[in-house]
């Protein structure tokens, strides 16, 4: 392998048949002097974190539509913001994602600093999003290094070291790749390759431009790259989420700022805890004295963790309590939406 040359192939291949991404500036357009915003760039980055592009553009759309600057971002109250990300999942990055803003409106005149090291020093922008924003948007020689990335890298190098352990080889692997000649194309071209050729499932090697580069490829099983370790069997956990209506009200807490789902509106819950609740246990935890029903319970699935929650329903009234319509329920997280759902009879 030769990296000019695997280089020159992937880059031809990106020209052609670069994806039409709502934040992206392709490479005819970049050939034309026309730059990506970093502020599209940056919040694409962090949306794409823990979700795909389909699923993530039409958030993108509702956001830029909404706050089409960085200073309009950052002068938007925090539960705004919250509710207009439920359904992206990981709350903390939207609070990361505001704090960032609001240092960039405060400290940077609404103008993101066009180095790698610069965006490193803005709070809640890690090293990933970083390198993303600095090449793409800027055009600086950065190595990012996504999902996609390290599965483009284990294969082309056969590398045989498991993920986790492998991310240090798959990143200094990719470095050697990165030049000063076309940075941020290179990085979405390594992107889009890993994101519609060299898939997780079913990689389609007779279309890869770089086939010829490809040690997993010659081996003859690339799909078994890269290489992981036994999973960890996720904790379960039991908790109660209490379903109190006041006609056609529901009753909502706001959970603490920081923490899982933090500053997030939700479902009164018990604590979540890995044995099961009790009749007795459950009614004693519960925010209010009431009449409370019995309404079933809801599977949810976490990143570390799964949870068993019991629901439990009444009709009454109480102080300290945020009522809402039904009809607002739709920006709970998802969680406490599958909740409110299977508790109030799917009557949404």
């Known amino acids: ?56 553009t039409p958030y993108f759309l509702k956001f830029t539509a909404r706050w089409p600057t960085v200073s309009d971002l950052a002068a ?21 994602l505001l704090a960032c803003a609001r240092a960039v409106a405060r400290d940077h005149g609404g103008i993101f600093p066009d ?36 599965r483009v890298m284990a294969r082309l190098f056969a590398v045989e070291t498991p993920l986790p352990e492998a991310k240090p080889e798959l990143k200094r692997l990719a470095e050697a790749l990165v030049r000063d000649h076309r940075p941020g194309d290179w990085a979405q071209a390594l992107m889009d390759l890993g994101a519609t050729v060299c898939r997780p499932k079913g990689p389609l090697c007779d279309r890869c431009p770089v086939a010829a580069f490809c040690a997993g490829l010659a081996g003859g099983e690339p799909e078994t790259y890269p290489r992981r370790a ?3 069997v996720r904790p379960h956990r039991h908790g109660v989420a209490y379903i109190l209506t006041r006609g056609n009200e529901v009753a909502l807490v706001r959970r603490p700022p920081k923490g899982l789902l933090g500053g997030m509106l939700a479902l009164p819950t018990s604590d979540w805890r890995g044995v099961g609740w009790s009749d007795e246990e459950a ?19 976490f990143t ?13 009234d109480a102080e300290g309590l945020i ?26």
């Open 1 to 56: 392998m030769t990296a000019p040359a695997l280089r020159s192939a992937l880059l031809a291949w990106y020209d052609v048949g670069a994806r039409d991404l709502a934040w992206r500036v392709g490479p005819s357009d970049g050939r034309e002097g026309v730059r990506a915003d970093p502020y599209r760039v940056w919040l694409s980055e962090v949306m794409l974190q823990q979700t795909t592009v389909p699923h993530a």
């Open 76 to 96: 938007e109250e925090d539960g705004e913001v919250m509710a207009a990300w439920a359904g992206l999942g990981y709350y903390a990055r939207a609070r990361n």
């Open 115 to 150: 180095t790698e090291e610069g965006l490193r020093a803005l709070p809640g922008l890690g090293p990933y999003t970083a390198a993303a924003v600095a090449a793409i948007a800027f055009d600086r020689p950065t190595n990012v290094v996504d999902g996609n990335v390290e």
């Open 230 to 232: 036994a999973k960890a």
């Open 283 to 301: 009614r004693h935890a519960a925010p209010v004295g009431a009449d409370w029903r019995a309404a079933g319970e809801v599977e949810h699935g």
């Open 304 to 316: 570390h963790f799964t949870l068993t929650l019991r629901l439990l329903r009444a009709e009454g």
């Open 323 to 348: 009522w809402t319509p039904r009809s607002g329920l739709d920006a709970l997280p998802s969680v406490f939406l599958k909740a409110a759902r299977a508790g109030l009879g799917n009557l949404l």
